[in-house]
């Protein structure tokens, strides 16, 4: 089938990478390695990303050329790939403003669809886990397989923050998001026998070697000084005096997955250091530092205009993945922030459909990171950074 999407490409504006590493870049190792695992070794398979453990998921549940999947408006392209790469029919239902699925929109969905729907992919965003006990039911209901979307949930084999894999047939996450390591998707279903005679291949030799090099370099990148936070000032009155360089935003249609989706990396399994990393990794540090740093955003920007975080308060059962913050203003906010280097996603490229708040998601909402490798002098020149960007009145652009 084929999808419109919205692709923002901000190439000729020629952005300097950022400054601080978006994702943890050193390690943090225990003393002894994380032996107290969890998850039933059986009902695991390892894949180098989610989006490969989620293709296995969908193609599990039934999905193909002949079936539908359900899955959330607000989404960034590999979560849609996986399903387009089996020929399958993607519809997207609406979300809540705190990206909660909108039940009416589901049943509206489910029941227009020409293609019986085989699964319903559900996200747990930013890592704030969600009670899916209603859509388990509803999907139980309907003969709709549900999978859980743990990508951004600190969910590997030692450690899966409470709450989350309860209620999906299969789970899919991905550690390289919270681990300094060069890859790393999980795919866990606790029927574990479904997994049977799925095997993956190892990544070579040669693969090993890179992600041993990719994980030195990580943590050998230049870092911040507090002079730079001196600077950022001088920085921001060239760039708000200086006319934006285009950019493009434009309505394409694919009727295939994106270039994010290699099928020949579907049934690769990770490099052994990503593995070695996450089993070694102190968890502890690593829900202590991110749930910190988040609630030190929420402080740094709570008097700042322009902007709100979305979700102000962190349970303690939650381990964020990054501090989503809803500008007011992108044009030109997010323009400065990204010229000043701040180390900001946004899912920019995005199916079209009829949820309006994917539709201002898109470009309004920002990922910034907490990860536990951020340093004091890093957090204090990104709040700086934000902090005075958002001061400026957008008014003042020219
Ligand atoms: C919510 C969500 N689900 C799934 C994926 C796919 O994960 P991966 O990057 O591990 O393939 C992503 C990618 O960023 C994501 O943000």
Redesign the pocket.
């Known amino acids: 089938m084929s999808l419109d999407y919205w692709v923002f490409d901000p190439s000729n504006c020629e952005f300097p990478k950022p400054r601080v590493s978006i994702l943890p870049s050193t390690l943090d190792c225990s003393a002894s390695p994380n032996r107290n695992l969890a998850l039933s070794d059986i009902g695991l398979r390892h894949f180098s990303?989610?989006?490969?453990a989620?293709g296995e998921a969908y193609r599990l549940a039934g999905l193909d050329k002949q079936g539908a999947l359900l899955a959330p408006a607000y989404?960034?392209v590999?979560?849609l790939d996986p399903a387009l790469a089996l020929g399958a029919e993607v519809r997207l239902y609406s979300l809540k403003s705190d990206l909660m699925p909108d039940r009416d929109s589901l049943d509206q969905i489910c029941a227009q669809s020409d293609k019986p729907v085989k699964a319903l992919l559900a996200?747990h965003?930013f890592g704030f886990v969600r009670d899916f006990s209603w859509l388990k039911q509803w999907c139980d209901e309907k003969g709709i397989v549900l999978i859980e979307?743990c990508?951004?949930v600190l969910f590997v084999e030692q450690y899966q923050a409470s709450g989350a894999g309860l209620y999906g047939k299969f789970i899919?996450s991905?550690p390289?998001?919270f681990f300094s390591c060069a890859d790393g998707?999980l795919l866990y279903m606790p029927e574990a026998s479904f997994l049977d005679g799925l095997p993956t291949e190892s990544a070579g030799f040669l693969a090993e070697l890179r992600g041993i090099k990719s994980i030195i370099e990580k943590s050998r990148l230049p870092k911040i000084s507090t002079d730079d936070i001196d600077l950022i000032d001088w920085q921001l009155e060239s760039i708000t005096t200086t006319a934006p360089r285009p950019w493009s935003d434009q309505r394409t249609e694919r009727s295939a997955q994106s270039m994010q989706y290699s099928l020949a990396l579907a049934r690769t399994a990770p490099l052994r250091s990503s593995r070695w990393v996450v089993s070694h990794s102190s968890v502890k540090n690593n829900i202590t530092r991110r749930q910190e740093n988040y609630r030190r955003w929420v402080q740094a920007l709570s008097d700042v205009p322009n902007c709100h975080g979305l979700y102000p308060d962190i349970p303690p059962n939650v381990v964020p993945y990054m501090f989503p913050l809803y500008l007011d203003t992108p044009m030109p906010h997010f323009f400065w922030l990204k010229q000043l280097g701040v180390p900001v996603w946004r899912w920019d490229e995005m199916a079209i459909s009829n949820c309006p708040v994917a539709a201002d998601y898109r470009l309004h909402l920002l990922h910034l990171p907490c990860h536990q490798s951020l340093s004091e002098v890093e957090m204090a020149w990104m709040f700086a950074a934000v902090r005075k960007t958002l001061a400026i009145p957008e008014a003042g652009v020219q």
């Open positions: 990303r989610g989006r490969y989620l989404h960034c590999t979560m996200t965003f979307d990508s951004h899919a991905s390289y998001k998707g």
